[in-house]
């Protein structure tokens, strides 16, 4: 057998098999993730657009980046990853679904309580008054401060409802996704490079408390060694063969 079909006869066997994914989950779908060759970090500084400093310094910047993302996403629609994880839920093989991904293509499949660790592009946020509003307000052509969208209610600052660097990470996914991580015997990580923290460290605690691993990624990761079973292939063709090995 094959590591894909190992895999497969491996989520087969688990109690509780876990999935972890990241951007590269997302490609095929269209979306560019960030740190690859064709990656949206090639081109952006992330620093000096997706944090809080560049929210507060450079809106127009900020605002004009997030409506390009929100027309790219308009578009996206699930690919066999996303179709391939919901039906591997479905059916009980995976027990907990956790992404870095804010497009909402997961739950467009059909997976259910997803543990979003970077929030989503869903909504957005006044950071005055805290009144979430869908995020088509804050979808707006910016091309100079005066464009900028402001809460309907108190006119305060607005931001997608996404964790951006110099941001904490949601307290509920963290305790979701460490209590699952903790109770896996399996752990898939899916089109991520890892290099984010604190998400990044969830492999290793999955490692340390006994579970398997298992890495399909186009690129090497810092968990690689780790891994049971390492797939450098494209994870649509992968998680496809899993589910028509089990079934599915
Ligand atoms: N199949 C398998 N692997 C893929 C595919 C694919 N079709 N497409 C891309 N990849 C791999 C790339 O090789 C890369 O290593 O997916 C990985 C994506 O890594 P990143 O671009 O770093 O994305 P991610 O790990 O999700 O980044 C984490 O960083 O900028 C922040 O908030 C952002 O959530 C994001 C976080
Ligand atoms: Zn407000």
């Not at 951007?23 to 000096?48: C, H, I, N």
């Not at 929210?55 to 004009?64: D, E, H, K, N, S």
């Amino acid at each position: 057998m094959d590591a894909v079909q190992q895999l497969a006869e491996a989520l087969r066997a688990s109690k509780y098999a876990v999935v972890l994914t990241g951007a590269g989950a997302s490609t095929e779908s269209g979306l560019p993730d960030f740190r690859s060759k064709a990656g949206l970090w090639q081109q952006v500084d992330p620093m000096k657009i997706l944090s809080m400093t560049a929210l507060r310094r450079t809106p127009v910047a900020f605002y004009q980046f997030y409506h390009q993302r929100l027309t790219h996403l308009r578009d996206a629609k699930p690919n066999p990853v996303h179709i391939g994880l919901a039906a591997l839920q479905q059916a009980g093989y995976v027990k907990c679904l956790i992404t870095q991904n804010i497009d909402g293509l997961h739950q467009a499949a059909g997976s259910t309580d997803v543990v979003e660790m970077h929030g989503s592009l869903r909504e957005c946020v006044c950071l005055d008054c805290g009144r979430r509003y869908p995020s088509d307000l804050i979808d707006v052509e910016v091309n100079t401060e005066a464009d900028i969208p402001h809460c309907p209610e108190c006119r305060g600052v607005l931001k997608p409802s996404v964790v951006l660097f110099e941001e904490a990470l949601p307290v509920d996914a963290i305790e979701r996704a460490v209590a699952a991580t903790e109770q896996s015997d399996l752990f898939v990580v899916i089109g991520s490079s890892l290099e984010v923290g604190p998400v990044n460290q969830l492999p290793a605690l999955a490692v340390h408390g006994g579970a398997d691993l298992a890495i399909i990624n186009l690129d090497s990761t810092y968990m690689d060694r780790h891994a049971r079973w390492l797939i450098r292939e494209k994870a649509g063709a992968v998680v496809t063969q899993i589910c028509q090995h089990l079934g599915l």
